[in-house]
């Protein structure tokens, strides 16, 4: 079983839904979860981050934490197609800085105007 | 303030051959990660300095691959000789040292996808 799960999609939505991106785990260890967004050919950048349980809420974004399910989510809401990337989960179990981090796959998203 | 820079963007190598890729962190990041994403698979840790130290190694697929970070700014990975199974996209990235408890935000650059033929 591997250690984190994600959808590799591709998913696509029409500009103003409601997105709904998840992960999976299997390490009780893990402590935090981060979402980066990759663009194409692009590095992954930060987009949200969340220790241990619970939702965190920045704009449209919204990421949320379930560690008694081990599962995690990113909603996005009023998407755009500038919002069309590639969506990873990330999770480590070392406190403070990002070390060793464990990856999904990826979730492309796709929002058509 | 620049970002992460990688060097070269894009390598193409025949199987057996020598190939060094380059990360320059963020000026002051003490931390220094190497990644590797493997075409159809997820991006997996290599390596992580702290300044000029290995931290952790665990990462690193087998002896062939030799990463360096001299004076604790750039940072190289060697491979060689270089097989076809290497062959992916690498990627550095770099935090800051952490000063109290919370999250130090890693930032990546964009990445070096070697192809070895």
């Known amino acids: 079983q591997k250690e984190v799960e994600q959808d590799p999609g591709p998913l696509s939505v029409p500009e103003g839904a409601i997105v709904s991106l998840n992960c999976t785990y299997s390490?009780?260890?893990?402590?935090?979860f981060m979402w980066y967004r990759q663009y194409s050919r692009k590095g992954p950048e930060l987009l949200m981050y969340?220790?241990?349980?619970g939702n965190k809420e920045d704009g449209r974004f919204t990421a949320q934490v379930d560690k008694s399910s081990k599962y995690i989510s990113l909603f996005i809401r009023d998407s755009q197609p500038s919002d069309s990337a590639t969506y990873l989960c990330?999770?480590?179990?070392?406190?403070?800085?990002?070390?060793?981090?464990?990856f999904g796959k990826g979730t492309k998203l796709s929002v058509k105007p | 303030e620049a970002g992460v820079t990688q060097f070269p963007s894009h390598s193409v190598i025949e199987k057996g051959q020598t190939v060094t890729l380059r990360c320059d962190p963020i000026?002051?990041?003490?931390?220094l990660y190497w990644y590797r994403r493997v075409m159809g698979k997820e991006i997996k840790f290599l390596l992580h300095?702290?300044?000029?130290?290995?931290?952790?190694e665990s990462g690193m697929p087998n002896n062939r691959f030799l990463a360096e970070r001299t004076g604790g700014t750039y940072s190289t990975l060697k491979v060689q000789p270089a097989e076809l199974e290497d062959s992916g996209v690498y990627f550095c990235?770099?935090?800051?040292?952490?000063?109290?408890?919370?999250?130090?935000?890693?930032?990546f650059g964009q990445g070096t996808r070697l192809t070895v033929v």
């Open positions: 300095f702290v300044k000029e130290s290995k931290q952790d």
């Open positions: 969340t220790y241990s349980s």
């Open positions: 000026s002051g990041h003490d931390n």
């Open positions: 390490n009780s260890a893990f402590q935090y």
């Open positions: 990330a999770m480590s179990n070392y406190g403070g800085s990002q070390g060793n981090l464990i």
């Open positions: 990235a770099s935090s800051p040292k952490k000063q109290t408890a919370g999250n130090t935000e890693a930032f």
